[in-house]
Nanobody
Framework: QVRLVESGGGSVQAGGSLTLSCETAGYRYSAYCMAWFRQVPGKEREGVASMATYAITHYSDSVKGRFTISRDNAKNILYLQMNNLIPQDSAVYYC??????????????????WGQGTQVTVSS
């Protein structure tokens, strides 16, 4: 059984940095499409960054140049390095995964596995 567990959220001032982690227990497939999403109450969930097999990445325009997605394949941990945070980045961040070799560029994939979320709050 695959289980995703996020950590690393917290409160930070604008301009600061946070690194989110997503431990992917039980994921034993060589192919992967993994992504970070975020959601603010009352708004639709937004795709932030994705990474697929061969380390192909996609970013939303709102985070491009500030966020970096990476994966430690040996440890099966997905990361999201968030720099130069702004208040609009405040949200619950979710990790998602599906067994596929690629991710779509527009975050429209149907993900099979989801984490429970971790809160990120950026104050001005």
């Amino acid at each position: 059984q695959v289980r995703l567990v996020e950590s690393g959220g917290g409160s930070v001032q604008a301009g600061g940095s946070l690194t989110l982690s997503c431990e992917t227990a039980g994921y034993r497939y060589s192919a992967y499409c993994m992504a970070w999403f975020r959601q603010v109450p009352g708004k639709e969930r937004e795709g932030v960054a994705s990474m697929a097999t061969y380390a192909i990445t996609h970013y939303s325009d709102s985070v491009k140049g500030r966020f970096t997605i990476s994966r430690d394949n040996a440890k099966n941990i997905l990361y999201l390095q968030m720099n130069n945070l702004i208040p609009q980045d405040s949200a619950v961040y979710y990790c998602a995964a599906k067994v596929a070799a690629t991710c779509s560029e527009n975050f429209q994939d149907t993900f099979t596995f989801w984490g429970q979320g971790t809160q990120v709050t950026v104050s001005s």
